[in-house]
């Protein structure tokens, strides 16, 4: 079945530090792809995703780009704050039929300042 | 607007008690989801229902049942609860499995079972 593996954590960054979270997939076929954030005793939000190959997902300075030819949606941050510290989740929507969303185990960001 | 709310937001159960879960979503999507997070274990499907009067099992659907009573709502409910269920529970939504849009997350529900 379809799968995801991101890095494990944690990760700690100076502010204004740049960042990177590495996230690969296993699929079959064309899986859509998301990022997600969590903040401490909330829920998850989506943060930004992609539907195709060389798609780039952007949101609050955040990025992704779908790489087909590497299975891999990696985020990035050209200048981190304290205010990003949170989970992040790598997600992907599974293309066997069954609709389920499969999720990477998560990787905590610490942002010092 | 709400989106995706659940109850209780806390709940502590001594071993073999039971207790329900509730969820309700206010964007008049399809689908509906429950998730539990562990630590270094992300999150793992306990049940998903597709569409109202239809439920599926998901990864780790072992000592819990679903209902979806309506539209709106999708309750998960343990029979006889085990300190294995320790966890923290979401709910999700989306508006319909066949889209490539995102699941909506409640704020979850932590779970100690003693």
């Known amino acids: 079945g379809d799968s995801v593996t991101q890095m494990e954590g944690p990760v700690t960054l100076s502010e204004e530090a740049f960042l990177t979270i590495n996230c690969t997939y296993t699929a079959t076929g064309y899986p859509s792809l998301f990022w997600y954030v969590q903040y401490p005793g909330e829920g998850l939000q989506l943060l930004l995703k992609?539907?195709?190959?060389?798609d780039k997902g952007s949101n609050k300075g955040f990025e992704a780009t779908y790489r087909k030819e590497t299975t891999s949606f990696h985020l990035e941050k050209g200048s981190v704050q304290v205010s990003d510290s949170a989970v992040y989740f790598c997600a992907l929507r599974d293309t066997s039929g069954t609709y389920k969303y499969i999720f990477g185990t998560g990787t905590r960001l610490k942002v010092l300042a | 607007n709400a989106g995706v709310t659940q109850t209780p937001k806390f709940q502590v159960l001594k071993t073999g008690q039971s207790m329900t879960l509730q969820c309700a979503q206010d964007m008049n999507h399809n689908s509906m989801y429950w998730y539990r997070q562990d630590p270094g274990m992300g999150l793992r499907l306990i049940y998903y229902?597709?569409?109202?009067?239809?439920?599926d099992k998901g990864e780790v659907p072992n000592g819990y049942n679903v209902s979806r009573l309506n539209k709106r709502e999708f309750s998960l409910r343990l029979e006889s609860a085990a300190p294995s269920q320790t966890s923290v529970y979401f709910c999700a939504s989306v508006a319909w499995t066949g889209s490539n849009s995102p699941l909506h997350f409640g704020n979850g529900t932590r779970l100690t079972v003693t």
């Open positions: 229902s597709a569409s109202e009067g239809t439920t």
């Open positions: 992609a539907t195709k190959a060389d």
